[in-house]
Nanobody, 125 residues
Framework: QVQLVESGGGLVQAGGSLSLSCAAS????????MGWFRQAPGKEREFVAV????????NYADFVKGRFTISRDNARNTVYLQMNSLRPGDTAFYFC??????????????????WGQGTQVTVSS
């Protein structure tokens, strides 16, 4: 089992920044690729970003490229999502997840075995 706990959400004005953290415990952190997903009310959960086990490779959804950065600190068992130039459309519940697959296939929620409880991000216009 892997336990994931997100933090860092909140309310920010459009154009502002937020940094999310996800602390992992349980099984070996480096066994997993780590992803961030988000879900807005009435919408399906969607992929945001993923990072490889080493942290050397990352992939992003097109709508966050150039604005969001995913990173991980394997010594601290933590994955981060730095969000800049936030837009009202980024308002959603943000989840981190741990998956055992490869980074190239980790774009779908079904590829992840473990999920955090989520943290709310609200961007006002």
């Amino acid at each position: 089992q892997v336990q994931l706990v997100e933090s860092g959400g909140g309310l920010v004005q459009a154009g502002g920044s937020l940094s999310l953290s996800c602390a992992a415990s349980g099984r070996t952190f480096t066994n997993y690729v780590m992803g961030w997903f988000r879900q807005a009310p009435g919408k399906e959960r969607e992929f945001v970003a993923v990072i490889s086990r080493s942290g050397l490779s990352t992939n992003y959804a097109d709508f966050v490229k150039g604005r969001f950065t995913i990173s991980r600190d394997n010594a601290r068992n933590t994955v981060y999502l730095q969000m800049n130039s936030l837009r009202p459309g980024d308002t959603a519940f943000y989840f981190c997840a741990a998956g055992a697959g490869g980074i190239g296939s980790s774009y779908y929620p079904s590829q992840y075995a473990y999920w955090g409880q989520g943290t709310q991000v609200t961007v006002s216009s």
